[in-house]
């Protein structure tokens, strides 16, 4: 179990490595200027060639690729020096850069805004289980039936919604309409300066969210469930004299959800990544909103930081979910 745990570790330190240098290399070979950006800004919209050509040889646009990507690299463990015109900016460990549009540092900018990324993705995702596991063994425990055929019916019409619709027909009637009290507030207010401000903002985005994806839940636990309960070990159990819910929720839930943790994984992992849409909506403050400006402001930094930090969330919730396997299921060995 270590040394599956050690391997795929440094797997994943591979994976992630392979993906900084991809971003580094797409933004440095792209079809503009990387200091365009910042050329722009600091002479007001008149960046001649002359001035631009000034600012990539400040910022080593003019020195080679790899030497370039060894201060980005080094500059996450060790901190460095970037010069942006007649200035010099400090910074320090972990250096992913500055952003051109807000003149700050990338990691204390994704700092502020992680927190309300977290709160959003951690609320959804328990939604998805808290609603689309039962449901799944209920509409499963009664297959065939006119309930079933409710429940699945249901949740399909739901998932056929585009997400984005659902999420902006809600906050057009419960925030602008109908100004419900609990789900009329929107946006995000830090837990420690006032937990029902962070509880109402974020409830009606948690909602939508959490419904919507709880549907593919569904889904996938009854899909499971019903293979699962034409087992032998299940029969067994039942002739063994067993409770029905000892026999559906102590010995099949166990084995079923386990094509449902991996799909988990994935999904906590685009969520932790930043829920653009919802945070759009809703104006969260949060990771995927901020990347979202970066690109309309074609701020490469940021781009870049959020593509990181994407790939570091998602091999992180790889890893975890085939931890988890072992536990679910003792069929499932790790070596």
Known sequence: MLAYIIKRLLAGVVVIILVSMAIFALFWYGPSSPARPICLQETSNRCTPERLAQYEEQMGYNNSIVTEYGKYFTGIFTGREIEVGSSTIDCDAPCLGFSYRSRGLIWDEMITRLPATISLALGSAALYLIIGIPVGVAAARRRGTLGDKTLVTTFLFISSVPYYLLALLAWLYFTLIWDVPILGSSGYTPLREDPVAWFT???????????????????????????????DYIRTAKAKGLTPNKVVYRHGLRSALVPVVTIFGIDLGVLLAGTLFTERIFEIQGIGLWGLRGVYALDLPVVSATALFTAIIMVSCNLIVDIVYSGLDPRVRLS
Do not use: D, I, K, N
């Open 201 to 231: 903002g974020l409830l009606l985005p948690w909602l939508c969210l959490g419904l919507w994806g709880s549907t593919q839940y569904t889904r996938y636990t009854r899909g499971a469930m019903v293979e699962t309960l034409g087992e």
